[in-house]
């Protein structure tokens, strides 16, 4: 953590459960890093529902995400965000959770492809491998004229299908 404060590195800590944890370590994990989290503004993700549900109950200033690994059904949680695996990943559960103002990040998305899908889902955040791939792939889609200019096309054109639809015929 002093590294990453150190590099104004905002993390994303994982929690991982075990059954030999003890009974009391969400409580540990609250008291020793929780004002240290809360003034760097890093976030805090688990698989672990008890552990999503434990941090909002006695710590709620706390951003946590539920790692989700499957898109089965849309959760009904307290949680801040949801970290899902990108390969079931849709629009459906991005809009979603936009609508209930949770975030969503994507993980692991480590191909070209996949990432330029998630930027086009709107996702919140990519959880990623490959750092340079990602950060030319954010450049090509948002810096280079030529493709917003497409993408401004791209709209028009489905603005103008979705009017025409709606006129009468003659």
Known sequence: MSAAERDHQKLLVEIKTTKYDSANMLQLFIKRYEKRLLRDHDRIHSLDYHVISGLKKQ???LF????LPFNFSFPETKANAYTMEETTLNQEFVDEAHDRHQQVFAWTVDDDDDM????????DGIITDNLHELQV???TTFDHPSYAQRLLIYSNELQDVSDSEGMPQN
């Not at 330029?116 to 996702?123: C, D, G, P, Q, S």
């Open 64 to 67: 946590v995400s539920y790692i």
């Open 116 to 123: 330029t899908r998630m930027i086009f889902l709107n996702v």
């Open 137 to 139: 792939n954010l450049e």
């Open 59 to 61: 710590a709620p200033k």
